[in-house]
């Protein structure tokens, strides 16, 4: 059993007393904590260096097969959905749930896990939290009878991948800085749609083999496995605030967090947009492998279509588009970065917008030009998802060290409630609405259609919010710069925004943050 403590052993270095011949000093630009030999020269020497750029390599690289494994296994289900609804005699509406369970208690423990994340030894929480949602994983490929029981076992997976997805980038956040930092939350969230694409691959081409959807669940516990060794003895944990050149930043309490949260209008702003985001990313992830699946129903007149091909196609494309919205959304915010840092919040909402004719088009075209379709999906997903790497990025220059966990924490609670957790469900109620109990295949395609058109205007509402966010960053992110350097006013304690200093915040260089405009 793992057991938490308040302090790892990297984290509690500077409470240590320790012997005359070893000093603890706070790292500059991109530098951890070192402990070195007072005999030693005080620069490292390049072995010593490059093996400390390895080990933080390594960690990140163990954080993206994770965050890729978890993305994986959050999709499996939905590449064998229609498997699923013919198990067990589903209506749609009751296929979306299955997504709303796992998000609702994914969501409803992110913050928990997050108020853990900032006080404990976040290495410890991933690796309980990836062995259970394996192990939950793992008992629902063995299908219950009961409907309910398959439902509450995908609910408890999220419990799991709540422990991870909170805490895994503020470990990024405190190895890196500046633009490494960047890049290296962009290499992270690769794994996104990665993930997702291989969920829908791995999904249906392991039940076409093996001749059962529930074969499918059957992968991801093996990788989680292993992912969980490697948390436990590879992982290096730094210093919260190493980056910021912090050398001992404890916890605010509970309550200053949250104040700090809603006092936070960069905070507020990000957290709808990325909520908009979320809503519309879950409902076409999840309903469009059955979409192009009618589409392609009606374009070959003959009722017939290759479902397995549909999901790998789809998954393909979701992989691809990730991969290069990503890889796109980083490299235009350290372009246009350089001259203001409205441009993070500016590409976000510009992303979302360019997406909705794209998206918008390729599903009124679906049932006659099926090919171009898919290259349209192919462009709005990656508009999309410009933003995934820039959101965390935000997060992590707007707000201190100490807090980073918990703020993410709320975020997947708040984007989730709000966005995905809800929008598969109510997408497959206004399907259910529309198609009336009527079975062709015509009723089916344009029912679906109609119902997808409300997550393509959510998006339209999420630029909007971005824009907004893009007024306010510059304010936020130097707020964050003082309460990390320890800057606050003559009535003790607090900043212009409200905002409480943590306990033992320090540091020479505070929050790391673009440039001024």
Request: proline share 4%.
């Amino acid at each position: 059993m793992l057991a938490l403590h308040p302090r790892n052993s990297m984290e509690s270095l500077p409470e240590m007393d320790l012997a005359p011949d070893h000093i603890v000093v706070g790292g500059s630009g991109d530098d951890d904590i070192i402990e070195q030999d007072s005999s030693a020269t005080a620069a490292p020497t390049a072995a010593s260096e490059r093996w400390r750029r390895l080990a933080e390599y390594a960690s990140v690289g163990i954080l993206f097969f994770i965050n890729l494994i978890n993305y994986m296994d959050r999709y499996t289900v939905a590449g064998v959905l229609d498997q699923v609804i013919d198990y067990y005699h589903l209506k749609n509406s009751q296929g979306g749930l299955l997504q709303t369970v796992f998000v609702i208690s994914y969501m409803i423990t992110a913050p928990i896990f997050g108020y853990l994340g900032d006080r404990y030894s976040r290495r410890a929480i991933m690796g309980a939290g990836v062995f259970f949602w394996s192990a939950t994983t793992l008992l629902g490929s063995i299908p219950p009878r009961d409907f309910a029981l398959f439902a509450l076992l995908r609910g408890l997976v999220g419990i799991g991948e709540a422990s991870y997805s909170t805490v895994a980038p503020t470990v990024i956040g405190d190895i890196f800085s500046g633009p490494r930092r960047s890049s290296m939350l962009a290499a992270f969230y690769f794994a996104i749609p990665v993930g997702s694409g291989m969920g829908y691959i791995v999904g249906a081409s392991v039940a076409e083999a093996l001749g059962a959807w529930y074969w499918a669940l059957r992968v991801t516990p093996v990788l989680g496995a292993l992912a969980v060794l490697l948390v436990l003895f590879v992982l290096r944990e730094p210093l919260r605030g190493a980056s910021d050149g912090a050398t001992s930043m404890g916890p605010s309490t509970l309550k200053d967090d949250l104040r700090s949260l809603v006092t936070n209008r960069s905070y507020i702003w990000s957290t709808l947009g990325f909520t908009c985001v979320t809503f519309a990313t879950g409902a076409l992830s999840w309903w469009a492998p059955s979409y192009m699946t009618h589409a392609l129903e009606l374009y070959n007149r003959d009722g017939e279509a290759d479902e397995g091909r549909v999901n790998r196609i789809f998954g393909i494309i979701t992989t691809l588009a990730g991969i290069v919205g990503v890889a796109t959304g980083s490299a235009l915010s350290a372009h246009f970065r350089k001259w203001s840092v409205r441009a993070d919040a500016l590409i976000c909402g510009a992303g979302m917008l360019i997406s909705v004719p794209l998206l918008f088009i390729g599903a009124t075209i679906a049932h006659r030009m099926p090919t171009v379709t898919w290259v349209l999906f192919f462009f709005g997903m990656t508009a999309i998802c410009l933003n995934w790497s820039i959101v965390a990025d935000i997060l992590l220059y707007i707000m201190v060290p100490s807090r980073r966990a918990t703020g993410a924490a709320f975020q997947i609670l708040i984007s989730h409630l709000l966005g995905d957790a809800s929008s598969p469900y109510i997408v497959g109620l206004i399907y259910d609405a529309i198609l009336a109990g009527r079975t062709d295949v015509s009723a089916h395609f344009f029912s679906l259609q109609y119902a997808l058109f409300l997550p393509v205007a959510v998006l339209v509402l999420g630029s909007l919010f971005f824009v907004v966010l893009s007024w306010h960053i510059v304010a936020d992110r130097e707020d964050c710069a003082a309460l990390t350097r320890g800057q606050t006013d003559q009535s003790g304690g607090e900043t212009d925004a409200g905002q409480s200093l943590p306990n033992g915040a320090g540091g020479d260089r505070g929050c790391l943050i673009p440039d001024e405009d």
